[in-house]
T-cell receptor, first 116, second 111 residues
Framework: NAGVTQTPKFQVLKTGQSMTLQCAQD?????MSWYRQDPGMGLRLIHY???????DQGEVPNGYNVSRSTTEDFPLRLLSAAPSQTSVYFC???????????????FGQGTRLTVV | GQQVMQIPQYQHVQEGEDFTTYCNSS?????IQWYKQRPGGHPVFLIQ?????EVKKQKRLTFQFGEAKKNSSLHITATQTTDVGTYFC???????????FGTGTRLKVLA
């Protein structure tokens, strides 16, 4: 089982560039989410999805877009990269019950993004 | 909005000493989960607590969920160098779909 796959592992962007971080899971999980991790800040929720076609904002959504056209994929788009978006990004998925996660979250390996 | 704080932020212990991290939420939680992240790695699930006052044990690790379901703790007995990492709690508030992580406690174990 692949679990949760994130690509790329590393990325350097110039300010103003856009890009998409890919996330795919093969466990048929309803709930998927994106977090960013900065030193001393823990994991902060960017966006989440309770199923295909349904997404919502997390704690720090500004500057990011998501879509969920299939159960498997949940890409994160940076619209116009800024140095403040330099971070490690994690995608996670879990089973849901009524749309709410009720089991462990499986995390991808992370994407280390630097914006210069 | 929902906030989940953990204390302490950092903890250095001698190998063999005990360690405790505390998790406090501003809102009542439906459940709480604990994760461990090794340096350079991704968070890995440890356990989930659902019931008020619940206590669960995994070998040297003891997890508690508070009676009011707003706080939790993780206690490690006789730490080992393999316990090094950052421990996170995570919870979801009743009526929401946002799974919020705590700020984490970074544990260093000195041999």
């Amino acid at each position: 089982n692949a679990g949760v796959t994130q690509t790329p592992k590393f990325q350097v962007l110039k300010t103003g560039q856009s890009m998409t971080l890919q996330c795919a899971q093969d466990m048929n999980h309803e709930y998927m989410s994106w977090y960013r991790q900065d030193p001393g800040m823990g994991l902060r929720l960017i966006h989440y999805s309770v199923g295909a076609g349904i997404t919502d904002q997390g704690e720090v959504p500004n500057g990011y877009n998501v879509s969920r056209s299939t159960t498997e994929d949940f890409p994160l788009r940076l619209l116009s990269a800024a140095p403040s978006q330099t971070s490690v990004y994690f995608c996670a998925s879990s089973k849901g019950q009524g749309g709410r996660p009720n089991t462990e979250a499986f995390f991808g390996q992370g994407t280390r993004l630097t914006v210069v | 909005g929902q906030q989940v704080m953990q204390i302490p932020q950092y903890q250095h212990v001698q190998e063999g000493e005990d360690f405790t991290t505390y998790c406090n939420s501003s809102t009542t939680l439906s459940n709480i989960q604990w994760y461990k992240q090794r340096p350079g790695g991704h968070p890995v699930f440890l356990i989930q607590l659902v019931k008020s006052g619940e206590v669960k044990k995994q070998k040297r690790l003891t997890f508690q969920f508070g009676e009011a379901k707003k706080n939790s703790s993780l206690h490690i007995t006789a730490t080992q160098t393999t316990d090094v990492g950052t421990y996170f709690c995570a919870g979801i508030t009743s009526g929401t779909y946002k799974y919020i992580f705590g700020t984490g406690t970074r544990l260093k174990v000195l041999a």
